[in-house]
């Protein structure tokens, strides 16, 4: 394409790209990490292939001090390379002292750097072993761009090449990478070791790892002649057991749900005491948070083990998904994180049935609208120019949002057609790149559907569609109407048209009817032939659309709620009814109103919904309106708190001990009831004696209850068992746990220990977005957050700003909400992308539900 025919976007992402003089085949690199000092040295020949005559070859390299250079071929050629760097676009420039011709041929450099303490490219992570002395581990986070802060490279995703990697370190530690050991050998009069890894397929940089250290492996379980272990640090190998079984049967089932045999040569999951993000799909060596890989199994709660069985699957899902096959750039990244969420549903819901993660998801579904409904929101995918544009797409669009809509098209499709066609997709684009529209071509070629045309119109546009459903003057048919939903129109509409797949049942006086349709323009009528005594818009509850009902058909719907709706369908009447209230579409004394016919609801999701608006609805009442929201409160959940007491009864399900739970906690906090407050206390002096007493899902809502009532006494021992916490689970859990007390002067201490090493940088941002959502501390924490800005970016992991800064989204008070728009104006955040703006409106839509809704809080509580 030539410059003159390319669009400004594609000029704009042209001029962030390298040259495509010459492209990589294989890299052979040796790196020498030095765990005292906090540096590195390398070298690394890079087989080339030089596509028309050069003088210079262009790479990425970032943070690294390159010595020499040059650039050879077989026929002999030995040619030098001085270097220049350019450090705001992180390349580096190799002029060569001849030009030379296409072909091919290997470039030779030597380079050095730092272990930095940022939590990305190649960096120190720091543990103390039980005798307390401090130990350190060298290891990688390569995405999006940082694989060129530990060796030079083509660092974009299209650049795929053979990798083969050798570790020198000291013998008593261990070395990891993508692929097996093949060799290790003792260097002599050096006191250390090189360990030599076999070849990795033909992969991008970004999934390029290798990992140092002292560390403890499982026995490998072998699935499909695959070995799989877990490492971590010595000490918690008992922690490993669940994530190696998670593990297992992820492998086994993607393996067959793509026909596609696992493409490594062995599969490690390796547990790290800081890291940035939760988990890391390095082809072989998956690195994780210790908290998304460790536990144990006894003692944790079920959301506890769910998650680590969501990441490993999300993580596992990625070898094909990512690994295999790869988009040609960061605009496409939905197309990897969306598909493994997707998978990730998939595997572990076969995996364990009985949790219905798919139900569960719906609350996954529900963050995502929350997001959507913003004007400011974005298209799942969107023009990438600039690679660090890439970071501030590993958001919920990308993740929850393009997992949603696949589970749409996959049940308005068939389950069948839709992994054919992503096994023929995959086929296709092995070890190699590919783009969103190859998977739509795939999926149309196995479902004979027009599936490009249906996801353009959810993948390209931002937000998602309000459906209205009427009842006709005969009774015997509806009509839908769509329009784009808006949590803040302020006057504006949207000409957008959605191609909406609607699942529809309803009950006539025939019977049960199903229909499924494509509504493809503003407004249809669908005919039964007899008449309508209610009706389910989104069958299944899948869509990624709200529904609002006539007055009529809500009523007829509501007459047997349990009798009509299955539980995912309850859940989102409720929640497309929060969302009418919070975007004005009705007042919020008819949300409130119907969630008291919910007072008898035994579902764990769609308590989550009535528990999530209540946390909402506590974040804008003034002090005065208190009482009242905690009354209502406690008079909501008291009922189904006594139905499920303290303890599980006989083959009770997992998302019943899930909700027992759920209502103790929000009883005693939300609720603020000192009955459940002087009974929690008692419940958990019993767990301080012995553990086995009380259930591990009733244990996060006691730490709750507990810090909400606590003292100094309280906080001080919450600290110590942070500190010496026995799983990651329990250091989690009583880490932000820190963040929920009531007293300023303890807020402070947990503020504090933020930026004063107390806590690590991998969790400190989060533990201030805590404090700022703590509606006793968010002054405090604001003030806190101006003050200290400066030191927290230079502390904190560039990717944790953003997610920080969402705290800011509770402080809802027209004075604050001006104060908070006036302090990014002038503060910007580096990967901040659309995010920043999408919590400054989520903050103006809260102020403005307070502003219109505030007057009537007392009538709507009673």
């Known amino acids: 394409m030539s410059h003159e025919t390319m669009t400004l976007s594609q000029k704009e992402t042209l001029n962030y790209r390298l040259p495509t003089t010459a492209t990589p085949d294989r890299y052979e690199i040796k790196l020498t990490p030095d765990l005292q000092n906090f540096t590195f040295s390398g070298e690394e020949t890079i087989d080339i292939t030089v596509h028309e005559s050069a003088s210079e070859i262009i790479l990425n390299a970032a943070e690294l001090a390159i010595h020499s250079a040059h650039i050879t071929n077989n026929k002999g050629a030995n040619i030098l390379a001085t270097v220049s760097c350019d450090t705001a676009n992180e390349r580096a420039s190799f002029v060569l002292g001849k030009p030379i011709e296409p072909g091919l041929w290997a470039l030779h450099i030597k380079f050095s750097g730092i272990l930095n303490d940022r939590l990305h490219g190649f960096y120190r992570s720091t543990y103390q072993d039980p005798s307390g002395t401090q130990q350190v581990i060298a290891t990688t986070q390569f995405e999006a761009t940082d694989a060129r802060r530990a060796f030079p490279c083509w660092d974009e995703p299209d650049c795929k090449a053979v990798f083969k990697i050798s570790l020198v370190i000291d013998p008593k530690l261990t070395a990891i990478s993508n692929a097996s050991v093949v060799s290790e050998e003792t260097l002599p009069g050096t006191n250390k070791k090189q360990v030599n890894f076999a070849e990795t397929m033909k992969m991008s940089t970004y999934l390029v790892a290798f990992i140092v250290g002292q560390f403890e492996a499982t026995d490998p379980i072998i699935v499909s002649g695959t070995p799989i272990r877990v490492w971590c640090v010595p000490g918690k190998k008992h922690l490993a057991k669940f994530a190696l079984d998670s593990a297992s049967a992820s492998l086994s089932f993607f393996s067959n749900y793509y026909e596609i045999p696992y493409p490594g040569d062995k599969m490690d999951l390796i547990a790290l005491p800081d890291f940035a993000s939760g988990a890391m799909e390095n082809l072989g060596a998956i690195t994780f948070r210790e908290n998304a890989l460790l536990v144990d199994e006894s003692k944790a709660s079920h959301a506890e083990l769910e998650r680590i069985a969501d990441v490993v699957a999300h993580e596992i899902a990625h070898m094909w998904f990512g690994d295999l096959v790869t988009m040609k750039w960061w605009n496409g990244i939905w197309l990897n994180e969306a598909f493994a969420t997707f998978m990730e549903m998939l595997a572990v819901d076969a995996w364990k049935p009985e949790w219905r993660r798919w139900e569960t998801f719906g609350v996954s579904r529900a963050a995502a609208f929350a997001v959507d409904g913003l004007q400011s929101t974005r298209s799942i995918e969107f023009p990438v120019h600039h690679p660090d544009e890439a970071a501030g797409m590993f958001d919920i669009l990308t993740y929850e949002k393009g997992a949603s809509v696949l589970r749409m098209l996959e049940q308005y499709l068939g389950s069948d057609q839709l992994r054919q066609g992503i096994s023929l997709y995959l086929k296709k684009h092995q070890y190699a790149n590919a783009e969103t529209t190859d998977l739509w071509d795939a999926i149309e070629a196995s479902s004979k559907q027009p599936v490009r045309q249906l996801m353009d119109s959810w993948i390209f ?402």
């Open 461 to 862: 546009q931002g937000g998602y569609p309000l459906v209205s459903v009427e009842l006709s003057p005969s009774g015997q048919a509806i009509t839908l109407s769509q329009q784009r939903f808006f949590y803040l129109s302020e006057g504006k509409s949207s000409e957008q048209i959605f191609h909406i797949p609607i699942m529809l049942r309803a009950k006539t006086t025939k019977g049960i009817v199903t229909k499924k349709l494509l509504l493809t323009k503003r407004e249809t009528t669908v005919d039964f032939d007899s008449k309508l005594d209610w009706i389910v818009v989104n069958d299944g509850g899948h869509g990624f659309y709200r529904v609002r009902y006539s007055t009529e058909l809500l009523g007829q719907l509501t007459a047997r709620l349990w009798e009509n709706l299955t539980a995912i369908e309850r859940f989102n009447l409720l929640s497309d009814t929060w969302a009418a209230a919070m975007a004005g579409l009705l007042p919020l004394s008819e949300y409130t109103k119907l969630v008291q016919q919910f007072a008898n609801e035994t579902d764990k999701n769609v308590w989550a919904i009535v528990i999530g608006s209540l946390n909402y609805l506590n974040k804008i009442i003034e002090p005065a309106q208190r009482p009242f929201f905690e009354q209502f409160v406690a008079k909501l959940l008291q009922s189904q708190v006594n139905r499920l007491g303290w303890a599980p009864g006989v083959g009770e399900d997992e998302l019943s001990k899930q909700l027992r739970g759920m209502l103790i906690g929000a009883l005693g906090t939300l609720g603020n009831d000192a009955d459940m407050q002087r009974q929690a206390l008692e419940f958990y002096k019993k767990y301080k004696f012995d553990k086995q007493t009380v259930d591990p899902n009733v244990v996060p809502a006691l730490v709750s209850i507990l810090a909400h009532t606590g003292d100094e006494v309280t906080y001080a021992g919450f600290f110590d068992e942070f500190k010496t916490a026995q799983t990651p689970q329990d250091e989690q859990r009583y880490l932000f746990s820190l963040a929920a007390f009531r007293q300023e002067n303890l807020l402070k201490r947990t503020l504090d220990s933020t930026i004063n090493g107390q806590v690590r940088t991998q969790n400190a941002p989060y533990l201030v977005q805590s404090v700022l959502n703590n509606v006793f501390g968010r002054e405090l924490a604001w003030n806190f957050f101006q003050k200290n800005w400066d030191t927290m970016i230079s502390l904190f992991p560039e990717n944790t700003i953003p997610r920080m800064c969402e705290g800011v989204t509770s402080l809802v008070k027209a004075d604050l909400e001006r104060q908070v728009v006036e302090f990014f104006a002038t503060h910007k955040v580096k990967q901040g992308g659309k995010t920043i703006e999408q919590h400054l409106e989520k903050l103006h839509v809260a102020v403005a539900f307070k502003t219109r809704e505030e007057s009537n809080f007392k009538h709507c509580f009673r």
